[in-house]
Every structure is written in C-alpha cells, then in structure tokens.
C-alpha cells in the first residue's frame, strides 16, 4: 500500500532521515520504534507531506513525494500529529467536524463510528477541546483523523504523557479501528504496547532502519530488550 | 441569527444619528473618522483576527482604492462608482500577487512581507509622474448625479455601509464552514493542514474579503478628502492604527474593532484639538504658564500616537483579549 523508497530529510544542514526503505500492505499495523530524535516523528511529516524531502514514496503505487499536505490528505492518508494539536476553543463535535472537511456527505456516518469507539467523547460533544484531558484529547486527535476517511492513518506518539489507563484505551482503539479497515502507521517510544499490537515493526536508531521484523519477533529480540525494554 | 440582527439594528441607529445632530460639519466629520477606522479595522480583523495572519501593510489596498479611483477621476474623468470598482480589482491584483507568494511560507513571513509589499506600493506611487508623485493629487469637484457631495452626509452614509457589510460578512464568515476552517488555521496550521483544509487558499481568500472592503473605504476616503498623496493614504503609520485599533479593542472579535475606533478615534481627536490639555488647565491641575503647561500646549497635539502605544501596552498587559472583554461577563 505504501512504499518508502531511500527517503532523506534534512532540517537545514542536519540530516534526519538516512536511505530509509520500508512497506506496509493494506490492513496492517506497523509501528516504527526507536529513541527521541531517532527520525519518527520527521518521516511522517515527509510522508504527510508537511516538510521536504528526497526518495520516493508511493500510495497505492502513484508517487506522493513532496505533494502540498492537502492532496496527500485527499489521497487517504491521514496524519494524527505528535501532541494532539487539537482546535481548543472549539467544541469536541467542531474539532470532529474540522476532521471531515474532505467528506462533508460522510460527516454523519463518520462520527457515529468514532463516538462508537471513543464513548467518553460521546459524552463530552460540547465541551471545548482545550478544557479536556490529555487522554480525552488524545481520542478527539484520533477521532479527528478518522473522520477524513482514512486508507491509512499515520499516528504520532499516540501515548505521549498519558496516565497507564488511557494508553491502554488507545492502544484497544488502535487494534479497533483496524479491524475495522484502516491501515496504520504507528510511530511511538512506548516500544512494548506498540510491538504488541503490530503486524510487523522497524526500528530506527539515529535517521536509519537498523532493524525489522514481526511484532512478536522483535519482542523476543535482545537487543531490542536490552536497548528499549530495559530487560 | 442574533449577531445579524443586532448590526443591524445598531447600523439603523447610527443611520439616524445625523438626524439628530443636525448641520454640525466638526461632529459629522470625527463621526466618518470613527465609521472608516471602525470599518478598516473590522476589514482587517477578517484577516488577522480570523485567520491569525497579521497584515502589517494593510495601507496597501487603503491607498491602491484611493488612487486609483483619484485616477481614473483625475485623468480621465471617470465617475467615482465605477472608480470604487476599478479600486477592488486592482487591490485584489496585489493581495492575490501577495498572498500566493507569501502564504506558501511559514511563520510570521506574512506580517513581514506585507509592510516590504505596503513600502513597494509607496514608492512605486510616490516615483511616478501620473500618480501626481509625492504632490499627491488634488480634485476640486466630484459629481455623482443626484448627490450633494459638498455635504458631509453622502460620505456619512457610504462609510456606515461599508461597516455594516464588512460586519455583516464578518458575523457570517464567524458561523460558516469557512469561518471555521480559517478559525483551524489560526490555531493550529498544521493540524488543519493534516485534516485536508488547503491552507494558502483559505488565508488567500480572507486576505481578498478584506483587502476589497479596504479598497472601498480608500476610495471613499479619497472622494470625501479629494485630496490625497502617500502620507495620507499609504504610509506605514495607517497600516499601524489599523491593527492597532483592532488590537485595543478585541482581535478576533466581532465588535472588538468596532468599540476600538469608537475610543480611539475621539481621543485622538480630543488630543489633536488640545481639549484634554485645556481640561487640565481649566480644572487647576496645571498651570497654563507653569512649564507642564507649556509643554502639554505645544506637544499634546502631536502624541496621539504616543497615547495609543501606551494604551497598547497597557491592553496586552492587561486586558490581552481587547477591551471588549471588559463588556462580557464570561469568555
């Protein structure tokens, strides 16, 4: 479904992203693991289209290198961005509305769907995205996303600074929404929720892939015990 | 509904107000000073305080309006109406120009590129013979069929319209999808990129909304002055009161620019005329012979600016949001 080709980003002289080549098929989780700074976070921006970059990315085979991130978004690619970046003076039911600019006619039947996965935001429909907590946007960031329509949806740190709790609530909802059809692309540093729930996974150390695998596979992998699980 | 409802019957107050004031050319000419910032801060509210993008030149379009429609006036003797028109295509010429260069960038590039366009737009019409260069142009007699524009209410009138549209779309643009979209953009430009909105054609949009209303009130500007040259119409120091107006009064906001000009406007006027440094004197407080009175006698006139930066500070120390805030209870 997606194709990554040598992808290289730089901001200004530094070089971020190093040759990096990965795949993912329709209907899969993978997660792309790794340390702060390591690049995560830079390739999805590449692959959103939200900064420059080098090499080839394919969707579905036709090339989206370095398309304006509004065509990207109308390919069905979607991008939760690191941090929630949530519209906090509007409501949870605007922010949700903002999500489906693309698909005005499937706004209804869009949102059904996300307040059947994130019940708590069918409870809280008129309270200002900014006056919630940090899981409850957190869902609102993931609702948003799936209200375009998503082929595949690219998520940024989805448990950052969140409580034990709600990472598992969004960990389930990312299993949920798959099941559901959506391909996902999950960037994270909470390496053993994410290994858990992916088909299959990369590591990448410093802009380059030093690492692949199954999920499982790289669970069991020492060098991944060691560097990110402590063990 | 409510919002349009409420300018409009304001706007039928403010229409009646001449009315009552009768043939008094001093108060009907503060009054227009009052409805054209009100409407120049309210067209520029569209931009920066709905899509967050602060034009730092919006004397631009205020001057392209003007000049243009003293032009076409001047050279060819064409009727001021279709002046006004000939005055928005060319303001959107240079906001479309503007906009699909500097929108592309990040940042804050717009505010700055918008003051190097507004100083480009000077010295391009301060350079140029037809342009009347730095003489400015100066006409003696406008005729438009049917109306006294000796007299100050034709421009009264205009000015109060121009205001009623620009808050009318305002309060439109406020509870429309675009509104919305330019709302997302203010907070968060990359999240509302990542939802599909195509950023620099929402931002190129609100720019074109108030860069028209802009040129309107240029023009009528100029029609009611009949006279103009760079200092009055082009220079950075309109492009400031504009945001400045906006700012004191409430960004964002629907009558926020509104209730600016309805403080600023008068005190500066109050300030220029001295009426404040005679108030002291007349009150006791200063002497008119003592050295403050002296000093306020010959240099109060020319600090309406001055006033205006220390309310600035004083605002965004206090009272972030404008002065509006002042008038809700909550939010």
Redesign the interface.
């Known amino acids: 479904m997606l194709t990554i080709e040598n992808l290289n980003a730089s901001y200004g002289e530094m070089q971020v992203l190093r040759n990096i080549s990965l795949a993912i098929s329709a209907r899969e989780i993978v997660s792309v693991v790794g340390s702060n700074g390591a690049g995560k976070s830079t390739m999805l921006k590449a692959i959103?289209g939200?900064i420059k970059s080098s090499g080839t990315i394919s969707f579905n085979g036709a090339p989206v290198s370095n398309l304006?991130?509004?065509l990207i978004?109308?390919r069905g690619i979607?991008?939760?961005?690191e941090g929630r970046?949530?519209?906090?003076?509007?409501t949870v039911v605007?922010n949700l509305?903002?999500?489906g600019?693309?698909h005005q006619k499937e706004i209804k039947k869009n949102m059904e769907r996300v307040l059947t996965i994130f019940p708590r935001l069918a409870e809280r429909k008129k309270q200002l995205g900014g006056t919630m907590s940090g899981g409850e946007q957190q869902m609102l960031a993931i609702g948003?996303?799936l209200?375009?329509n998503p082929k595949l949806l690219l998520l940024d740190e989805p448990s950052l600074g969140l409580s034990p709790l709600f990472t598992d609530v969004v960990f389930s909802a990312i299993g949920e929404i798959n099941t559901l059809g959506v391909t996902v692309l999950l960037v994270e540093q909470n390496v053993y929720q994410s290994l858990k729930i992916s088909h299959r996974a990369y590591v990448i150390e410093t802009g380059s892939i030093v690492l692949t695998g199954t999920g499982s596979e790289l669970l069991n992998n020492q060098k991944v015990k060691t560097a990110f699980l402590g063990m | 509904m409510k919002p349009f409802i409420t300018i409009i019957i304001t706007g039928t107050f403010a229409a009646l107000l001449p009315l009552l004031i009768g043939d008094n050319p001093y108060i009907t000419g503060v009054l227009i000073t009052v409805l054209m910032m009100a409407a120049l801060a309210s067209a520029w509210n569209i931009l920066g305080g709905f899509a967050g993008q602060f034009s730092f030149g919006h004397a631009a379009y205020f001057g392209t309006g003007a000049y243009t429609t003293m032009i076409l006036l001047y050279q060819w003797n064409i009727n001021p109406i279709p002046g006004i028109m000939a005055g928005i295509v060319a303001a959107c010429i240079i906001a479309l120009v503007t906009g699909s260069i500097v929108f592309r960038l990040r940042g804050h590039y717009f505010g700055l590129a918008s003051i190097a366009v507004a100083e480009i737009v000077r010295l391009t019409v301060l350079n140029f013979e037809f342009t009347g260069g730095a003489q400015g142009i100066l006409v003696t007699d406008v005729a438009l069929s049917g109306l006294d524009l000796n007299s100050k209410n034709p421009f009264y009138y205009g000015m109060l319209l121009v205001l009623v549209i620009t808050l009318l779309i305002s309060a439109y643009l406020r509870t429309s999808k675009t509104g919305f979209y330019l709302q997302a953009i203010r907070e968060d430009q990359d999240a509302a990129a990542s939802l599909g909105i195509n950023i620099s054609q929402y931002k190129n949009r609100a720019l074109l909304i108030s860069a028209s209303l802009t040129s309107v009130l240029g023009s009528l500007y100029a029609m009611y002055i009949r006279f103009i040259d760079t200092n009055a119409v082009l220079d950075l120091r309109l492009s400031i009161e504009i945001i400045l107006t906006a700012i004191i009064g409430g960004v964002g906001t629907l009558w926020g620019p509104v209730l600016g000009a309805l403080l600023l406007v008068p005190l500066a006027e109050m300030l220029r005329t001295n009426i404040l440094g005679d108030a002291l004197v007349k009150a006791g407080l200063v002497s008119e012979t003592s050295p403050i009175g002296i000093f306020l006698k010959e240099n109060l006139a020319h600090a309406h600016v001055l006033v205006y930066g220390i309310i600035t500070v004083v605002c965004i120390l206090y009272l972030p949001k404008g002065i509006l805030v002042l008038f809700r209870r909550h939010k």
């Open positions: 959103s939200i304006p991130p509004h978004v109308q979607v991008h939760v961005p970046k949530i519209f906090s003076e509007m605007e509305m903002m999500g600019y693309l948003r996303g209200m375009g």
